[in-house]
């Protein structure tokens, strides 16, 4: 109850400091949940930083990272998770207010009266239909998209419902340009596991057992749970750690995540995460698939006629291995070693396919967010 009363007064400070701001602090106002997902308007952030135009950044988060831009143009503001984001987003005054939360209007979080225009960032480079819930999108502005798919998924959306006409930005995906920054020729025995955080995923179904494969193989394995999955998955994750505490090639990432140790591992191992493409598409290297049951959030997906790519590209872009022949990993380990210059191609075309301003995205979405 101490720390309840601690935030609210803290986030109480921030709302009567943010609305003593002039008009050029509150064209662009960024929101984010925790620093994981601030993660992803890091260098957009910098972007401002080094430019020196002004911009509000509101986090749920005490421990954000994104405090370290705090300077003369840009504030960092506190407000507490529910309650705090209630009595500030619902009411905020802005130009614009930049997001990478969905379903705004369908839970706690509505449209300010006071605010023009809402800006949607995705945190995954899949399709809005299955893996988000029904309606996430609809009450948004304007959709930083990320590549073709989700163009033609939202125009669908609002051509069958008749939603309000949306600008739909060609942007493409900040985190995939940074992740293609680091050495593409890493090679190594460094495997990551990284599944999402769908009811039944890796964790859940053969953990354990993938594990043993990979280590008792001399692989050097890195296990990083979604965030999402630090919560829900937090006993099975607990248990997998007991389990393997000895043993030396084998570890548990948690909390927030640096980029440079996902370019250190020469494999991917995932289920349903959009992580599967940031990999592939940055490092052309293919990934490894265990086909766990699909993530979905939406059971109303096939409202609009077009099929999700995280169904589409899987066998484009990887190899696609069932839970229960799980030890057959070394065997698909060794197909994509045979297979490698193949799949390296096959991710480029894809890529050029699904990827917008490949290398170029954050100074595009920039240059449109300060050109008002």
Not at 101 to 107: H, S
Request: hydrophobic residues 40%.
């Amino acid at each position: 109850m101490i720390i309840f009363f601690k935030q609210l007064i803290l986030t109480l400070k921030n709302i009567l400091e943010f609305k003593k701001l002039n008009e050029d602090w509150k064209k662009n106002v960024f929101f984010s949940e925790n620093s994981s997902y601030s993660a992803h308007f890091d260098d957009l952030l910098e972007k401002f930083y080094l430019n020196k135009k002004k911009v509000c950044f509101l986090t749920s988060d005490l421990n954000d990272l994104i405090f370290k831009y705090k300077s003369e143009t840009i504030k960092v503001f506190y407000i507490s998770p529910i309650f705090g984001q209630i009595i500030f987003l619902n009411y905020i005054k802005c130009k614009r207010l930049i997001m990478t939360m969905p379903d705004l209007e369908n839970f706690h979080i509505k449209k300010s009266k006071f605010c023009k225009k809402y800006f949607y960032f995705f945190h995954s480079p899949f399709s809005t239909n299955m893996i988000y819930k029904n309606k996430a999108f609809f009450a948004y502005d304007e959709i930083c998209c990320v590549g073709n798919h989700h163009i033609e998924e939202i125009t669908e959306y609002v051509e069958k419902f008749k939603l309000n006409k949306k600008i739909l930005l060609k942007g493409g995906y900040f985190r995939i340009d940074k992740l293609s920054q680091f050495s593409k020729n890493k090679k190594n025995n460094k495997i990551l596991i990284a599944p999402s955080w769908a009811e039944k995923n890796i964790i859940t179904e053969c953990c354990s057992e993938l594990i043993k494969v990979l280590v008792q193989s001399d692989y050097e394995v890195i296990l990083r749970p979604h965030i999402e999955s630090l919560k829900r998955n937090k006993n099975k994750i607990n248990q997998i750690e007991n389990i393997f505490k000895d043993q030396k090639n084998f570890k548990i990432e948690k909390g927030n995540f640096a980029l440079d140790s996902l370019s250190e591992c020469n494999y991917l191992i995932t289920d349903w995460s959009g992580i599967s493409m940031e990999f592939a598409f940055a490092f052309e290297k293919p990934v490894l698939f265990v086909n766990t049951p699909k993530k979905i959030l939406n059971k109303n997906f096939n409202d609009i006629s077009l099929k999700p790519i995280e169904e589409n590209i899987r066998d484009k872009i990887g190899i696609i291995v069932d839970p229960e022949n799980i030890s057959l990993i070394i065997d698909a380990i060794n197909k994509i070693e045979d297979k490698k210059d193949y799949f390296k191609n096959e991710i480029i075309q894809q890529r050029n396919k699904y990827l917008f301003n490949y290398k170029n995205s954050v100074q595009y979405v920039y240059d449109y967010l300060i050109r008002e």
